[in-house]
């Protein structure tokens, strides 16, 4: 009848039974006070079923609890796991962000260098003539230049026409990517 009967199941037995329950009271005092219930002369089998039915509420609740315990901690871990996905995500962006302005300061370097280059080339040269027979001794004093300042062909287009300024806007008008790109020829 008392198997897996806690103390706390026969305060409840007790108290249910109209009987009081002092502080003091053992577990064996707690026994003999439901077995000297007026209930349980009358109805023993009740009184069974009454202390089983608060074992039983006692041992679902417990699960209850332990179920929500661990509910708790898988909820906790699933919040680490999206903390840490977060923490990956915002690594990954400032690492994008500082390789974009890596891109951004090398980028800004090279429009400094070709400045750089074609201020020095305009230092260096003759300046743009303005009758036609003088064109060969200007490009003659360009190439000159080019080859002391190791300039590469990518780059002598477009320092040629950043020196020719405004006579070089009818050329652009006709001249197609490609001819551009192409020093050279």
């Known amino acids: 009848m008392y198997k897996n009967a806690l103390k706390e199941d026969l305060i409840r037995v007790v108290e249910d039974l109209d009987g009081t329950v002092e502080s003091t009271d053992t577990i064996a005092k707690l026994k003999t006070k439901i077995e000297n219930s007026s209930t349980f002369e009358s109805d023993p089998d009740f009184v069974k079923t009454l202390i089983q039915k608060c074992i039983d509420e006692r041992v679902s609740r417990n699960e209850r609890e332990v179920t929500l315990e661990k509910q708790k901690i898988e909820l906790a871990k699933l919040q680490l796991a999206k903390l840490e996905k977060e923490i990956e995500l915002q690594t990954a962006k400032n690492k994008a962000l500082s390789l974009n302005s890596a891109a951004k300061v090398e980028e800004k370097q090279f429009e400094t260098n070709i400045e750089n280059m074609i201020n020095s080339i305009r230092t260096l040269s003759l300046p743009v003539p303005t009758r036609s027979e003088n064109f060969n001794l200007f490009f003659q004093s360009l190439e000159r230049k080019f080859l002391t300042k190791k300039i590469n062909d990518e780059y ?28 050279e020829n």
């Open 156 to 183: 002598k287009s477009e320092i040629l026409i950043n020196l020719l300024g405004e006579r070089a806007h009818n050329v652009l008008l006709y001249i197609k990517e490609e001819e551009l790109n192409d020093y």
